[in-house]
């Protein structure tokens, strides 16, 4: 799927050059290529989020003074999301 | 067995953050200096504090700490198993089988010795498998036989009843004890086979250095004390050190026993300060205090090569344990008024 998304675009825009009637649906494709792309982010740093999440909670069970160091580690790869979203604006 | 996806991180985390609180080597110097009153006092500054306060108006001095020591391993060993699921459990509960072992050796011997069940009751380690139920019901029991029946339907069930003949024709509580290590040692390795990379791989090396470092000290023993036993009958399967004709064989020639140990590819590098003193000197204890200390750098090395793995519980387990054993040994040591050199040579600190 991941890899698939570029070619997706790429055969969109290559279809936008013939005619005003494939340029709407072009469109249409590229919206759906980065909707996917987002989606497919997200889901990537959930997955992530998710073995750091039960180590943060671990340790704060332990010591109550990391649960600001907890947070900040368990959302670090929601960058992956935020990156994701610049997908958006680029097509 | 638990099922279900298991929890890596999570206990990871947790046993790392216990393991950073146990004792260093300066909290040793301190003890040392100290009487039982004093280290009781200072273990209850420490995360022993609850057990201290707990039983502190039932029992003084060298046995306050004592029971304190027992009590707060199996709350933290217990905490392990509370807090694991899936594979995790298993691996771990596999381990701590050792105390379910320790726990029926020690109601064994109390039934035989007719002590009564509230004394039972404080030795032991409530810290294995076994739930506390059953171990109530067993220490209430008069007769081993009726002690067996209990386990019914656990592993232990079986070995115990084939060594119970063997109890009885003799009188002596030796086959019932080996049945019950040897249950132990041999389910160790099950249904793991032999894998060869990755942290199972690593698993399954550290249980194999702790069964041929446990053949090792049992052949040591026999080799040292003469003792005209069946080294045969004391030999642990699933080791890489030893098969069962070489032990036989090297029990009678002590200083082909230790050259065999010393020229073993894994363990020969690691263990060779351990050798030297073993050469040197007379005592045996030096040796298994080296052995110990090997096992337990082992340990903390596997853990740093697979970060969020089993090993990093092993290591902890170990660690604890040894703290648990250093600090009886200081309370013991100084209950009997060794000098400070003797108690730091009893202590195992990496």
Excluded: C
């Amino acid at each position: 799927m991941i890899e698939n998304g570029p070619e997706l675009a790429q055969f969109a825009l290559e279809a936008a050059e013939t005619n005003e009637f494939d340029e709407q649906v072009a469109d249409h494709y590229s919206n759906a290529a980065a909707a996917i792309a987002v989606g497919l982010a997200a889901l990537a740093s959930g997955y992530a989020e998710r073995g750091i999440g039960a180590a943060a909670v671990g340790a704060i069970a332990e010591d109550d003074d990391m649960f600001v160091p907890g947070i900040v580690m368990t959302v670090l790869p929601e960058t992956l999301v935020i990156f994701a979203i610049v997908v958006i604006f680029l097509v | 067995m638990s099922t279900g996806a298991s929890n890596p991180e999570y206990v990871n985390a947790r046993v790392r953050s216990r393991r950073a609180s146990l004792f260093a080597e300066e909290d040793y110097r301190k003890l040392i200096r100290m009487g039982p009153s004093g280290i009781a006092r200072f273990m209850e500054e420490t995360e022993y504090d609850r057990e201290i306060n707990e039983l502190g108006t039932r029992f003084s001095g060298v046995d306050l700490i004592e029971y304190a020591l027992n009590r707060n391993l199996a709350r933290h060993f217990d905490d392990l198993l509370k807090w694991s699921d899936g594979t995790v459990y298993d691996r771990i509960a596999r381990y701590l089988r050792k105390f379910d072992v320790w726990n029926l050796k020690t109601i064994i011997r109390g039934i035989y010795t007719d002590t009564d069940p509230e004394t039972i009751q404080t030795d032991l380690i409530r810290a294995g498998e076994l739930p506390d139920s059953t171990l109530d019901r067993l220490v209430e029991v008069d007769s081993i036989e009726d002690a067996i029946d209990v386990l019914y339907g656990t592993d232990f069930y079986d070995a115990l009843s084939g060594a119970f003949e063997d109890y009885e024709e003799t009188g002596a509580l030796v086959p019932l004890e080996n049945a019950l290590d040897r249950e132990f040692y041999e389910h160790l390795l099950d249904d793991l086979g032999r894998p060869t990379e990755g942290p199972n791989a690593l698993y399954v090396e550290f249980l194999q250095a702790e069964i041929d470092f446990r053949n090792a000290r049992n052949a040591l023993r026999l080799a040292r004390s003469g003792a005209d036993l069946d080294p045969a009958a004391y030999y642990i399967d699933g080791g890489v050190l030893f098969t069962e004709s070489e032990l036989s064989r090297l029990v009678g020639e002590y200083d082909e026993l230790v050259d065999h140990i010393a020229e073993n590819k894994r363990y020969g590098d690691r263990l060779s300060t351990a050798f030297d003193r073993l050469r040197d000197a007379e005592s045996l204890i030096q040796f298994e205090h080296a052995l110990e200390a090997a096992l337990l750098e082992y340990a903390d090395r596997l853990s740093s090569i697979y970060p969020v793995s089993i090993s990093a519980v092993l290591s902890y387990i170990l660690a604890k344990e040894r703290e648990v054993e250093n600090i009886r040994a200081i309370a013991r040591g100084r209950e009997v008024g060794l000098t400070e050199t003797e108690i730091e040579e009893e202590l195992v600190i990496l």
